[in-house]
């Protein structure tokens, strides 16, 4: 067991000690007006307090005496005043433990609801994710087919190598021919030269 596991289980019983000894506390209050309107009511004691009083004296007594091996013994029920006190803490007890049985109940509907909302939220986000991841399987698959449809490097290449002979060609040629027109003129001008040079 890893030590953060470890501390964190050690830790959860303190706190759950902690949290029953509250809810004894606050409970208690509760459990002792409990106990005094039923030494105060008639109908109380008799019909709520004495039946579980008298069980649990005869059940106690019943396993006591099986216990030191006396079997078949009749045991004889509590005074009327001894069972209504006993019925009294047996109920400030029973209080104590419906209060914090449902504080327990309570909690443990809040951590499962809160542990549903958590679940929904990372099925959420998993459907989400699932969903980008979609559409970027397209856009990709978009991209592989321009890629295929582009023409190859080796043609581009090709292409620049003949724009690059050309080039050459032209520049080995030289200059291209003067118009016909000079020409006409620069033999005029040649022949002006020659006449005065005979006179």
Known sequence: MPLATAKMVVGAFPMAKLLYLGIRQVSKPLANRIKEAARRSEFFKTYICLPPAQLYHWVEMRTKMRIMGFRGTVIKPLNEEAAAELGAELLGEATVFIVGGGCLVLEYWRHQAHQRHKEEEQSAAWDAMRDEVGRVALALEALQA?????????????????????RAQLCAAGPPPAPQATSTSQEGSSSEEKEPAEA
Not at 146 to 166: I, S, Y
């Open 146 to 166: 321009q890629v295929q449809a582009a023409p190859p490097p080796g043609a581009l290449e090709e292409l620049q190598a003949q724009m690059q002979e050309v």
